[in-house]
């Protein structure tokens, strides 16, 4: 959709014209580093061009009513600032109403409004749709009441949504990424501490590809809190063996995990947490690589931190395995892995400019052979955090 129709849309649904602004709030690859920000590493990601889009207009009363674009089916989500209710009441709008809640908790939001939504992220696809609309919810409420939030405030709310109000046990490396984004660059985040890096992408021979596996989705998040469950053991068993008291599994090096191998309860546990160990220390040697612009070499990081996603952390699954192995057969690919929570969702690949069309036909091809459908395929680019973009510029 064209943003421009955007205002139109607004206008038919509302019957209001919005104004002049236009919101934008970008999705996110990690390019590595996957699976760190729980437990106290380094994660690699940044902004991408492809993101969610806003126009609103006030109202006079206290209800927020929001459409979506995606979601005609659904018309439109009303939410009271007086009484905002449990996250199942909203449908896709919960993070909408998350957003509401955790600004109106903190600042008094004196009047609602009609705000109209178009994504451009594919659905379910692990590039944190749902992230996108809390930064680019949180960017508009501080924008229009003047609630005064700074990027890294506007991660942590982000987070709270996700913590607190939908119940999802995330790290912060999502709402990092699109709150700190900035065109051409990566950020280097050290979880611990907070500290962070912008690397800038200074190759214009190289760009990244998604490859969205198109996998419904389900059982994600009960997956994902498994490992997390399962990190905290391999941590409190690391701990007990060595009579350390740490408080993240990056506080380990190998050296002291493969000592202490027979500590663990299980053969499971111990490959959690070697993929967690092995990952930071290769995401460091990564962002050094990237910094110096020896994409090879990053590239050859990326497979390997897929590999160590298969085999010891066991999120990945035939689809992104497969787009992973056709990637590696092909010479003008530098790098490919799983990005995000894995079990689906997208891979991304580092390839040689002028391939993309050639890679596409091949990867759409292998895939299709193995798994039965089709995947999608985008050009990326790294791109800035949440944004107004003038109606001019539309
Ligand atoms: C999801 C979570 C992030 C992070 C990744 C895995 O995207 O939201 O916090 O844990 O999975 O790296």
Redesign the pocket.
Known sequence: MEHKMLFEVHNEIHQRMPNENLYFSPGRI?LIG?????NGGT?FPGAINLGTYAVISEREDRMVRVYSHNFPDEGTVSIDLDHIGASEEYGWASYVAGAFKVVGERAHLTYGLDITIYGTLPNRS?L?SS?SIELLMLYIISDVYGVPLDRMEMAALGRTI?NDYLGLP?????QFAIAFGESQSAIALDCRTMEYDMCRYQDTSCEFVVINTNKPRELISSE?KHRKTECEQALAELNVFNGRNETYLCDYDLETLEASKGGFSSSVLYRRAHHVIDENARTLSAISAFSKNALRTFGAYMFDSHDSLKKMYEVTGAELDRIVDTARTLDYVLGARMT??GFGGSAIALIEKGHFEQFKTVMEREYEAAIGYKPSLYQVGLSTGPTIISKGDA
Not at 34 to 38: A, I, N, P, Q, T
Not at 170 to 174: F, K, L, T, Y
Request: hydrophobic fraction near 30%; charged fraction near 20%; aromatic fraction near 10%.
């Open positions: 990690n996957e699976h760190l920000d729980y994660v692990g944190s992230a996700e995330s790290g912060i490396m999502d994902y995000g929570a």
